[in-house]
């Protein structure tokens, strides 16, 4: 029987990973568990202050505007337009091929939004373009918001 390495196992499971890559696992805690939750109920909800009345994302303890505690959320309609981007070169991490786009989304809310940006030429990834929301669900544990050209 040939030698066996220590990670001969976690080698095996890396490998299948790379034939089925999962995007990175996200981050819930108190704070933004209604963000996840809405996004596998269809709705991207953004956090709405009851005491000022302002809009933040992403979602926090208080309001970063009055430090309110008096938290709750509106439904986004998720139009928006790209404010800015960036294209992720390096490093190359599957799922990801190399210069996917990442984009800041203006929501028509008021609020801004960063997002992977799908089903679009590279000629649609600039300042201004219009976009729509596509709640995404990717596998079992993540459900995204992402955008497409409106
Ligand atoms: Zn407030």
């Given at each position: 029987m040939p030698c066996r390495h220590w990670n001969d196992t976690q080698l095996t499971e890396r490998e299948n990973h790379m034939v089925q890559a999962l995007r990175p696992r996200i981050g819930v805690n108190k704070d933004t568990q209604f963000f996840w939750d809405g996004l596998k109920g269809g709705k991207l909800l953004i956090q709405h202050c009851q005491n000022c009345d302002q809009l933040q994302h992403?979602?926090?303890?208080?309001?970063?505007?009055?430090?309110?505690?008096?938290l709750g959320a509106i439904e986004s309609c998720g139009r928006g337009e790209i404010h800015s981007f960036v294209r992720m070169?390096?490093?190359?991490?599957?799922p990801f091929e190399a210069g996917h786009p990442i984009i800041l989304v203006q929501l028509e809310e008021g609020t801004r939004i960063i997002a992977g940006f799908i089903?679009?030429?590279?000629?649609?990834?600039?300042?201004?373009e219009k976009v729509r929301l596509t709640i995404t669900?990717?596998?079992?544990e993540v459900t995204l918001a992402l955008f497409e050209p409106a």
């Open positions: 992403p979602p926090g303890a208080c309001c970063k505007h009055c430090q309110s505690f008096d070169h390096h490093p190359i991490q599957p089903n679009s030429t590279p000629e649609q990834v600039r300042i201004g669900r990717c596998d079992d």
